[in-house]
């Protein structure tokens, strides 16, 4: 029988987090990742300004600044057929006014290291957590599987699961949540990327095609918008279809029209909105997706799973040096990110209904450069209302700071 003090499912950003702040903190932690390495494509790659400062005060951000990455620092519109800036994050507060497009593998690979570092850190690859372990009432730990099938049990004080929007744990627990509707999935794939090609973000709505280009040098990491549950469909017509409606709004895609050769190099991202109603049972916490599901406006959710770490690290890390965590510890944890999950929720379903929605309905008209929709040109005219979505998307509410006893110089 094995036994740890904290049992880390998931070796995602928030588990990795929060492994490596637990073990900077003297506790003993074991994370657990199903798979072999961290290198999936299409993830969420983008770095926020609070995470580069959680980096930071770590002491790794002359790590991380080896690491291949473009900056974000605006968010271009074609209005008219020309490009034209609607937003930036130089306004924001703070030392990072920057959003850093770096491959989410590269991210949790230096996680990993700085982890391995720390003597009371364990990362255990190819081995996912099956189920949960009870004993006298609460979670006492998990059942795994290795990638060879071999199965085993680990005992723990604290077994958070990390695992992901569908998280095993989460469902063997049975916790309640609420779920909100979305109007779209998401289509991810690549494109090449020329030298002459704007730099940033840039968001392109046709008349059927809703779709937001990501700078990642060499290439442009694409996401295009579909309807709810409308994938089946939509794969039936021919690929090409895609790379057609995105060039009648950006002609200098044009020489890139054949770019996609079949289905096979578009991924479907199902996109999702929930929240648990308690995040928490005796001797189990959720945190990042496997609480609350987030939908990829704004590519928040990851920075936010991270900002979950490290709360739960300041406030649990104590109790679990002391061999003490109660319930009342975990929903410190819930009560100290709830707003922040909340917040953020709502903007998402604001985006939703007032947004995303439209423009995948094709209402939305860019096209009429003197008059575009009628939120934009308040959007673009009204500085404090400019400076809203940049903020909430580079800082956020009630963002966190590394605790002492993880801080290096």
């Not at 979670?139 to 060879?148: I, L």
């Not at 730099?199 to 809703?210: N, Q, S, T």
Request: glycine content about 10%; some cysteine.
């Amino acid at each position: 029988m094995e036994r740890t003090t904290c049992l880390v499912a998931g070796g995602g950003p928030a588990g990795m987090v929060l492994g490596l702040l637990l073990a900077r903190g003297g506790v003993e932690v074991t994370v657990l990742e199903k798979h072999g390495d961290f290198l999936r494509d299409f993830r969420g790659d983008t770095v926020h300004p609070t995470t580069l400062e959680l980096l930071d005060e770590l002491g790794l951000m002359d790590e991380f600044a080896k690491l291949p990455q473009r900056r974000l620092r605006s968010v271009q519109l074609p209005i008219g057929g020309a490009m034209r800036t609607v937003a930036t994050f130089d306004r924001i507060p703070g030392r990072y006014t920057y959003i850093a497009m770096v491959p989410q593998w590269d991210l949790l690979d230096l996680l990993a290291r700085a982890g391995d570092a720390e003597p009371t850190f364990r990362l255990r690859m190819n081995t996912e957590a099956t189920d949960l372990l009870r004993a006298d009432g609460r979670v006492a730990g998990v059942r795994y599987r290795t990638k060879d099938g071999a199965e085993g049990e680990i005992r723990a004080d604290l077994t958070v699961a990390c695992d992901g929007r569908d998280s095993t744990l989460r469902r063997a627990v049975g916790l309640g949540s609420r779920r909100w509707a979305t109007p779209f999935d998401v289509w991810w794939f690549r494109l090449p990327r020329n030298d002459t090609d704007p730099a940033g973000a840039v968001p392109v709505l046709a008349a059927d095609r809703v779709a937001v280009l990501l700078d990642r040098g060499d290439y442009w990491q694409a996401a295009t918008l579909i309807g709810k549950g409308a994938d089946a469909a939509l794969r039936a017509g021919p690929v090409g279809e895609i790379m057609d409606s995105m060039v009648e709004v950006v002609p200098w895609l044009a020489d890139r029209r054949d770019a996609l050769t079949g289905w096979d190099e578009v991924k479907l991202l199902d996109v999702q909105l929930d929240r648990l109603d308690r995040w928490y049972t005796d001797g189990l916490l959720c945190i990042g997706d496997a609480a609350h599901a987030m939908s990829p406006v704004g590519g928040v959710g990851i920075n936010l799973a991270v900002q979950d770490a490290v709360a739960a690290a300041r406030i649990l890390a104590p109790s679990l040096r002391a061999g003490g965590v109660t319930t009342a510890d975990l929903r410190r944890v819930q009560r100290r990110r709830i707003l922040p999950t909340a917040v953020t929720q709502a903007m998402q379903r604001f985006a939703h209904a007032n947004v995303i929605g439209p423009a995948v309905r094709g209402r939305v008209n860019l096209s009429n450069a003197e008059r575009p929709p009628l939120a934009l040109r308040v959007f673009r005219r009204i500085p404090i209302v400019r400076s809203i979505p940049p903020f909430l998307v580079g800082r956020g509410v009630l963002p966190e700071h590394a605790p002492e006893f993880a801080r290096r110089a």
